[in-house]
């Protein structure tokens, strides 16, 4: 069975704090997609990014980083320097390649980012 | 701008009542999926579609039906909806596999079951 585990429910910080994400995901795939989507309270998700199986690179976006690692099946986002702007509700995701397009959703970490 | 649309954006209703919840996009996109939030469960996937022809059901297809009625619509129907189907109901859309495979989502309906 496949299954996202996002075990951080929610997560308070203060501004420029770094903060972690934590994701671990399960499947027996050998080809799939992770990604993370952020919901700000306005509602919509808003997808950050995608990182297939076989690309283990770390990769950096500002102050966003991912950090996937598949011998412990975790792909962690960290955000450094914290701002106010970055409240709201991270979610991780598997797609599984060959269950055509099917995302399975973490239960989300509501982060809260105090001035 | 090409763009993944809902109506209505919220909604209340009372117990019995059929309701269906609309999606329409301008993405050109084959894929499209309706999926529901609750609070501390993320997003679960009700049901999707490949095509016009093909429908699929997903993980809580039971007390819901779908139509797609053209590529760029997909329509999500409760036929007697009940209260603990009071979510956020999303409707996403994604090009055929092996091009990326990231969804795009509509924006939201709040429905709300009285």
């Known amino acids: 069975a496949q299954k996202v585990t996002q075990a951080q429910t929610e997560i308070s910080v203060v501004e420029k704090e770094d903060v972690t994400l934590d994701c671990v995901y399960e499947?027996?795939?050998?080809?799939?997609?992770l990604f993370w989507y952020k919901q700000p309270p306005s509602g919509e998700l808003v997808f950050l990014i995608r990182?297939?199986?076989?690309?283990?690179q770390n990769e950096i976006s500002g102050r966003y980083s991912w950090n996937f690692q598949k011998s412990t099946s975790s792909f962690n986002f960290t955000i450094t320097a914290s701002q106010v702007v970055d409240s709201a509700v991270y979610f991780c995701?598997?797609?599984?390649?060959?269950?055509?397009?099917?995302?399975?959703f973490g239960q989300g970490t509501e982060l809260s980012v105090k001035p | 701008d090409a763009d993944v649309t809902q109506t209505p954006r919220n909604r209340i209703t009372k117990t019995g009542k059929r309701i269906m919840l609309e999606c329409s996009q301008t993405?050109?996109?084959?894929?499209m999926y309706w999926y529901r939030q609750d609070p501390g469960l993320g997003l679960r996937l009700i049901y999707y579609?490949?095509?016009?022809?093909?429908?699929n059901k997903g993980e809580i297809s039971d007390g819901y039906s779908v139509s797609r009625q053209a590529q760029a619509k997909f329509s999500l129907s409760l036929e007697s909806a009940i209260p603990n189907q009071t979510a956020l109901y999303f409707c996403?859309?994604?090009?055929?596999?092996?091009?990326?495979?990231?969804?795009?989502f509509g924006p939201g309906t709040r429905l709300t079951v009285l």
């Open positions: 996403a859309t994604s090009v055929r596999q092996g091009k990326g495979n990231e969804q795009f």
């Open positions: 499947t027996r795939d050998t080809t799939y997609y």
């Open positions: 995701a598997l797609l599984i390649y060959n269950q055509g397009g099917k995302l399975i």
């Open positions: 993405k050109g996109h084959d894929r």
């Open positions: 579609s490949f095509d016009v022809k093909d429908i």
């Open positions: 990182r297939n199986s076989f690309d283990e």
